[in-house]
């Protein structure tokens, strides 16, 4: 029985564009395989396995390419530097934002890396699935993925067996999603991300450790927060006299302790000292258009500082911004703490705090367009190497989508296509198809359209 070939032919932008990432691997037939496994994620192939990738795509087999994910000597964290660095060149205008998430991949048995009963937010549940930790890039023109590292839960992390037959490095160990996400920020900061603030929802804004390590590198942030975490009003903290002289000691018994901060000022809850802002506080702010009209809801904000465990006073201070749908209409109320944004209004603190609908349309293009999901491999290695590569097409695609063949073909787009970029209006960011994301980004199974590297697509910066 004939099986249908997708790609016959290498792609030449798509091969001069891979030039700098072949010389990670010494021998040309790992450069070919590369190039046919990337050729696979840009096809219109049902699922992107590399099994299904070698049967399609000409000029390579399943074990090849099977060999090239989990046997040949490569880096994937060198692949994602030097793809930053290409990008940070070529794909930014500077004053970028980072979005910190993570993306979860349904899994009906145990042996997938990292694979456990776990919630996923993609899933909306506590399901068999692993989950991916992400950093994304995105300024007024461009967005692009930074990197990616897979969560590996607890019964893995000490599982000696589990952990030697999926080959998970020894100096891999139990980390927080937050600590995870810390590493990424700064690799990213070294291949040198213009990052001018960081962007999360909730599960990483209620992890103390990954906000003090944000301030430690002197990054200024905004993350969502649950309505349970703790504040001090910076008016009243501000007006504190301060401590007191200690009680005068007569010789007898343990001496006498000075009223501190953490006892003179009571901390509150972010939906308590939300709630009790004056009416007049509240302002309706629309932040972008989507499908349905224009995004708009009601916004106050208050100077607070943060707390420390068991209340703790902490020098750290911001806006504590609350969220609530407009009357009459429905909706969650939501909380965000902003740090180092001290000088952004009110309405640039908003658009900052749904920016991470970015990243949750990459995470549906990259499963839906180009089998981010779909590795069934079962070794750590081979995980991140099938994630690199999928990062890497999808920065093909944004480079193609912006620039047209010639930033591709040639490595780097002319000085002329960067004076047009910089006097014209900014070009329509990504590169996916204009589609609304299925319930649960769930993608529908079988038949997948083409991506076409040319096309433009339709969702305009915030």
């Known amino acids: 029985m004939a099986v ?32 046919r496994y990337t050729t696979g994620l840009l096809s219109d192939l049902g699922r992107k396995t590399a099994s299904d990738i070698g049967r399609a795509v000409a000029a390579t087999s399943s074990q090849r390419l099977q060999e090239f994910l989990t046997r040949t000597a490569w880096d994937p964290k060198e692949m994602d530097r030097l793809r930053v660095g290409h990008m940070v060149e070529h794909a930014s205008v500077g004053a970028g934002v980072v979005i910190l998430d993570d993306t979860g991949f349904a899994k009906k048995g145990r042996y997938s890396v990292g694979v456990a009963r776990q919630y996923s937010g993609t899933l909306g549940r506590v399901d068999n699935c692993q989950v991916l930790v992400t950093s994304h890039y995105v300024d007024r023109v461009f967005d692009w993925p930074i990197g990616g590292r897979l969560y590996l839960p607890k019964e893995w992390a000490a599982d000696r067996v589990r952990r030697t037959k999926a080959q ?100 509150e809850e972010a939906g308590a000292l939300v709630t009790a802002l004056a009416e007049k506080a509240w302002r309706t702010v629309a932040w972008r258009e989507g499908t349905k009209g224009a995004l708009v809801k009601e916004f106050a904000r208050l100077r607070v500082y943060r707390s420390g465990r068991r209340g703790e006073h902490r020098l ?35 658009e900052l705090a749904h920016l991470r609908w970015v990243i949750e349309r990459f995470y549906q293009d990259a499963k839906g367009e180009l089998g981010l999901d779909d590795y069934e491999g079962r070794l750590w290695t081979g995980f991140h190497r099938h994630v690199a590569l999928v990062m890497l097409a999808h920065c093909y695609l944004a480079l193609r989508q912006s620039y047209g063949s010639e930033a591709t ?7 002329a296509s960067k004076r047009k970029r910089r006097t014209s209006p900014p070009p329509k960011r990504g590169f996916p198809p204009n589609r609304a994301a299925e319930p649960g980004g769930k993608k529908k199974a079988g038949h997948r359209r083409v991506v076409s590297p040319g096309y433009r697509g339709r969702h305009a910066f915030p």
């Open 4 to 35: 249908l070939k997708a790609g016959p032919d290498a792609l030449v932008d798509l091969a001069a564009f891979l030039e700098p990432f072949g010389r990670l691997v010494r021998r040309s037939e790992s450069r070919q395989s590369l190039e």
């Open 168 to 267: 998970i490095p020894r100096q891999i160990g139990l980390q927080t999603k937050g600590k995870i996400a810390l590493e990424l920020i700064e690799e990213g900061l070294q291949a040198g991300i213009p990052a001018r603030a960081v962007v999360a929802d909730a599960g990483y804004g209620d992890q103390p450790p990954l906000l003090d390590g944000l301030e430690e590198r002197g990054l200024p942030y905004l993350v969502g927060i649950s309505s349970i975490v703790r504040f001090r009003r910076a008016q009243t903290v501000e007006e504190d006299p301060g401590d007191s002289p200690p009680p005068l000691y007569r010789g007898r018994g343990r001496p006498r302790k000075t009223p501190g901060r953490k006892d003179r000022i009571p901390t």
């Open 316 to 350: 750290s201070s911001g806006w504590l911004v609350g969220e609530r749908p407009r009357a009459g209409h429905r909706g969650d109320r939501k909380y965000y703490f902003a740090w180092g944004l001290d000088d952004q209004s009110l309405e640039e603190l908003v």
């Open 409 to 415: 073909e040639r490595g780097s787009p002319s000085v």
